[in-house]
């Protein structure tokens, strides 16, 4: 069993940055992929980024790349998400995932595991 708590999120101005953060704990997890996903008010869950714990290789939604970075502290048990020239558009219910599949997954049914999420706003 694997727990993530996000936490970060919050009220920006568009143009600004927020970090995310994602806390991960339980069992060993060195196999796993993290991944942040992220749902706007009516819409679906999508994917914004992952990364492989072992190697640390990213991989980003195309609308994302050059924006967003993702990246983790094995020593910390930490994935994080530097969120860099946000726009209104970003606004969204972050969440932090993980699992264990060799491919980058982008859909949100084959993840294993969810934290609760953290909500980023960007006002215009």
């Known amino acids: 069993q694997v727990q993530l708590v996000e936490s970060g999120g919050g009220l920006v101005q568009a143009g600004g940055s927020l970090r995310l953060s994602c806390e991960v704990s339980?069992?060993?997890?060195?196999?796993?992929?993290m991944v942040w996903f992220r749902q706007a008010p009516g819409k679906e869950r999508e994917f914004v980024a992952a990364?492989?714990?072992?190697?640390?290789?990213?991989y980003y939604a195309d609308s994302m790349r050059g924006r967003f970075t993702i990246s983790r502290d094995n020593a910390k048990n930490m994935v994080y998400l530097q969120m860099n020239s946000l726009k209104p558009e970003d606004t969204a219910v972050y969440y932090c995932?993980?699992?264990?599949?060799?491919?980058?997954?982008?859909?949100?049914?084959?993840?294993?595991?969810w934290g609760q999420g953290t909500q980023v706003t960007v006002s215009s």
């Open positions: 995932g993980a699992h264990t599949r060799t491919v980058v997954e982008t859909s949100p049914s084959s993840i294993d595991y």
């Open positions: 339980g069992r060993t997890f060195d196999s796993y992929n």
């Open positions: 990364i492989r714990w072992s190697s640390g290789a990213m």
